[in-house]
């Protein structure tokens, strides 16, 4: 099911920032900003978002705005999947 229209609310992302930030990194991955993306997921992955966790871990395995680096990306992935 689609999320509900309340969660792209100004005030909604006020108080969950992980949410705000792995939207604006979702966006700017698909506009094609990866550096900025990446950038962004780690912003949210500080505040234990385990969907921009998965993320950075996919772009550092593809080399996504960054080098590539295998072993990082198995990190993230394992710190995402720890979490359920």
Not at 31 to 40: E, I, R, V
Not at 48 to 58: L, V, Y
Request: charged share 20%; glycine share 8%.
């Amino acid at each position: 099911t689609a999320p509900s229209p309340v969660v792209h609310t100004i005030s909604y992302l006020a108080y969950h920032p992980d949410l705000r930030y792995q939207l604006d990194g979702q966006a700017a991955l698909e506009d094609g900003k990866l550096s900025k993306a990446l950038w962004l997921f780690e912003k949210s992955a500080a505040y234990g978002d385990k969907g921009s966790q998965a993320m950075i871990a996919e772009m550092h395995w593809e080399g996504l705005g960054t080098p590539r680096n295998r072993a990082l990306a198995y990190a993230w992935m394992d710190l995402a999947s720890s979490r359920g």
